[in-house]
C-alpha cells in the first residue's frame, strides 16, 4: 500500500507565494509520474502540473509561468512552487502519485489534500 501525504498550504495574499510538498511512502518499486490537482469549490478536480521520474514537467495554462514543479526521487517527494498567486489559485491541491508498488502491481494514490487560500 502506497500513502501519500500533502504538506505546505495556507493563506496568503495575492501576489505572494507558497510552497507545497508530497511524500509517496510504503510499499513502492518505482513511482513513474507525480502530479498537482487542484479543486476549488463547486468545480471539478483539474490538473496543475505534472511531472515524470525522468523530470519532464508539463503545467496547466494558468499556471505556467508562475509554478514551478520539481521531484527528489530518492526521497519520493514532489514540490510544487507557487509565485505570484491570484485569489482564484484558492482550492484544495491534491498530490497523486502512481507506479509499480513493492508486489509489482500498479497503482495510483492520492493524497488528502491541503488548503491554498490567496486573499484579494
Known amino acids: 500500500q502506497v500513502q501519500v501525504v500533502e504538506s505546505g498550504g495556507g493563506s496568503v495574499q495575492a501576489g505572494g507565494s507558497l510552497r507545497l510538498s508530497c511524500v509517496a511512502s510504503?510499499?513502492?518499486?518505482?513511482?513513474?509520474?507525480m502530479d498537482w490537482y487542484r479543486q476549488a469549490p463547486g468545480k471539478q478536480r483539474e490538473l496543475v502540473a505534472a511531472?515524470?521520474?525522468?523530470?519532464?514537467?508539463n503545467y496547466a495554462d494558468f499556471v505556467k509561468g508562475r509554478f514551478t514543479i520539481s521531484r527528489d526521487n530518492a526521497k519520493n517527494t514532489v514540490y510544487l512552487q507557487m509565485n505570484s498567486l491570484k485569489p482564484e489559485a484558492t482550492a484544495v491541491y491534491y498530490c497523486?502519485?502512481?507506479?509499480?508498488?513493492?508486489?509489482?502491481?500498479?497503482?495510483?494514490?492520492w493524497g488528502q489534500g491541503t488548503q491554498v487560500t490567496v486573499s484579494a
Open positions: 497523486n502519485a502512481y507506479g509499480v508498488s513493492g508486489l509489482r502491481s500498479s497503482f495510483s494514490s
Open positions: 511531472i515524470t521520474a525522468g523530470g519532464r514537467a
Open positions: 510504503g510499499s513502492i518499486f518505482s513511482i513513474s509520474a
